[in-house]
């Protein structure tokens, strides 16, 4: 009988080990901010041969990123309801939650064991996934030994043993309605309205009273001028209470208006009930769940819980409630929100066609795409029971494409128009005149995006890639929502902090892993290089794309890329920058009254 050995810790390890065959298979799933030690161990056991997770990554993703938009649009044809809908997990977002992730873990495990001749050892401080492999072990003939130590810590602890997030935002959404009961519209069921449904920020409210929307920018403006008539339920991202206090001094005409405020106190508590009776009873899943034959209801049921324990439950219904209010008090006429297929634009949807069921309801694709934003992708027949708007526009014709070929969604509901939170000038620049020349390529642009997975791999890429560096200057610059990490003191290397603009006139090329600035330096003529970081799912937004952009995978490739495009013959390196700069155009289109028509088209 085969064995697989699921553990995170060295000196269990050894013990565990004592008595196995030898050679062994080992495969290591350890998230890089865990500790790597038991890795190291068995890398330098005689008789240990390594399974390479990022190689194996790299090779599985695409035909696992197919199977888990089909499987989950299974699971949510099975189980679809208000309340599935309300748990973050059901939208497919790799980012969301772990099931994505412990998924494609399973599938590794499962593919690995069957060419493993013996004993196959699993490093993962995953207590779920390591459950999820006993379950399934009992009807492959498989025998399993785990010991994964996996602390949870106060907080975590709290929220197992009593609904403490959801009491929290409930406590929350009653203090924030006191505080904004005066923006409340008067009731008007007589003029049309545009509806804008949106996250606000900090900067959406600028010193001079004003308000700027941090997706749809320059379309608030044209809205109120058109005679629309928009107004804005807003959705605080940070700092609700002093958000509500900008809203109270806002000089825009534009009115926004708190989503609390438009929750009565009977909707709070209703949603505090479902989402305490969920806390208590989670949804139960309708049929078995499998996924390449094996049953993973155990992940399944996590995910279900680690939805129903966070706030994110209430945050969801609490959506519907006010959509569902404000479009009973005014008029809805048309619709428009900031389009990943999340719960809470579920919800939107939902609460909006109650409350003013004539309203046309249109989605605005505002940034770049990746493999890992599952979220757009829907399973065959799966938008028959989800909750979509009336119409999808994108940010311009490739993720219009992307979308329409793959996505599964009705016909002639996918059209483009513009990319509204980018800045390109309309008017492209000149290849030769406006743009670098790449005889000399020193200061490299780093772009950090996505949080602390993605910071902490970049600094061990740039390590080895940098290491005893004399040629290169390194400048990293931080997302502006995250703060800067800690990163190793290395030569040459320093973080920006001046505007973007500044650093990509600096930059002789960029270096991303993630990041739409990729493309933003690509339309400078400035040469991208993606970092293959070895993510479960890609993460490049210009995948399939490859005329003015490299790709490493390993730090030892970095330097002979950039030698690489130093040796292109000047002519063909414009050629490049020109294809780089029509695919860019053509990804994120400039902002004109034309291609901004499709918002009040659509």
Known sequence: MKTVVLCNRSDRLERMLQNTEQPLDFICLLDPLEDHEPCEHLRRMAGASELSATQLARRESGEFRKKYIDFMGRVNMANHSR????????????LNTRLCRNLFQFHLITGAHQTSPGTLVVLTGSKELAKQVSSWSRGAGVSVKRAVNSPVGLKGQ???LLPVAVVKQAVLSVLLRIAGRNLRPAK????RRFLVGTHTHSRSFPADGSYMDAYFGPLIGELAESGSKPIVLGLPYEQPFRQVGE??????AIPVVPADSCLSLGAILACTWQ??????????????????????????????????????????????????????????????????NRSWEKMLISGVAEGSPDARMVAYQHTSMTPH???FFMASDEAAITPLPHAIVTCGDVTRDWIKNEGNYPEGMVTSACALRQTLAETPPEIGKDSKSNTTIKNLL??????????????????????????????????PNLPMLEFPELPGVSVSTGPLPDDLTWADAVLYASSTVSMEAIALGIPAIFLDLGAFLNTDPMYGWNEFKWEVSVPSQLADTIDEIESIPQDRFQNLQQRGLDYVYSYLKPVTPDNMRPFWDA
């Open 188 to 191: 008007n069921r007589t003029d």
């Open 275 to 340: 989402a305490v009776k969920s806390y208590w009873s989670p949804p139960r899943l309708r049929e078995p769940t499998k996924f390449e034959g094996a049953d993973v209801s155990h992940l399944v049921k996590q995910a279900i819980g680690e939805s129903t324990r966070s706030g994110n439950f209430f945050l969801s219904l609490k959506v519907f409630y006010a959509a569902r209010w404000l479009s009973r008090r005014i008029k809805v006429g048309r619709g428009l929100y900031p389009f990943e």
């Open 446 to 479: 780093v772009i950090l995006a996505t949080g602390e997975e993605e910071y902490a791999l970049t600094s061990q890429f740039l390590s080895e890639a940098l290491e005893g560096n004399d040629q290169f200057q390194v400048r990293l610059r931080p997302h």
């Open 158 to 160: 709290a929220r197992r």
């Open 373 to 375: 934003h599952a979220n």
């Open 83 to 94: 309340q599935w809908w309300a748990m973050p997990f059901t939208n497919k977002y790799a």
């Open 247 to 252: 809203i109270g001094n806002l000089r825009s």
